[in-house]
């Protein structure tokens, strides 16, 4: 087996996009464990956190992922989701749709809150993975989560909510690399 970590599949819904300045609001994370030629889900999470700045949030960030003060009545503090998060994804390698994106928030977000991080050190890119799998094909011309689910045939039907697309990430990862 390539891996025995568990690979953490996690998506982020944010404020703006730079993570600089900009606030995660939501957290997906789905963790699975490579066994022969299945992977299989072993764990969850599906975490809303409030935003500290709401004032400075960017008004196309929040239509994208669909902010609203209701659905996010109940969120948890940054503080309290990355705790929540070191130990959910300790030892396992963060696999992510744009990885780079999603990392440059968790690692602000660890930054900011202190907690420390326990990831593995390694990180996966299903866009690194479907350009190597797919540059050959004539009618794929976007890596695009959504372009890449349909091409796949992967439903997602809340895009741009955080554990919607980590899961979406999560069967696409299953399809590129030819696992049940």
Do not use: C
Request: proline content about 2%; charged content about 25%; cysteine-free.
């Amino acid at each position: 087996m390539i891996f025995p970590q568990p690979l953490a599949f996690i998506d982020v819904e944010t404020t703006g996009f730079d993570s600089d300045t900009a606030e995660v609001i939501e957290l997906g994370v789905v963790i699975a464990k490579l066994k022969d030629d299945e992977l299989i889900v072993i764990d969850q999470l599906d975490l809303k956190i409030h935003p500290a700045h709401l004032e400075t949030a960017e008004a196309a960030a929040l239509r994208v992922n669909g902010y609203n003060e209701a659905d996010w009545l109940f969120a948890v503090t940054l503080q309290d989701a990355m705790k929540i998060f070191a130990e959910k994804t300790k030892g396992a390698i963060f696999v992510a749709h744009n990885v780079t994106f999603d990392y440059s928030f968790i690692k602000e977000a660890f930054k900011k809150t202190g907690v420390e991080n326990k990831m593995h050190y390694h990180k996966l890119d299903t866009i690194t993975l479907a350009f190597a799998m797919l540059h050959t094909q004539d009618d794929m011309n976007k890596l695009s989560l959504k372009a890449l689910t349909e091409y796949y045939g992967i439903e997602n039907k809340k895009a741009h909510s955080a554990f919607a697309d980590a899961y979406a990430t999560y069967e696409l990862f299953k399809k590129l690399m030819k696992l049940k």
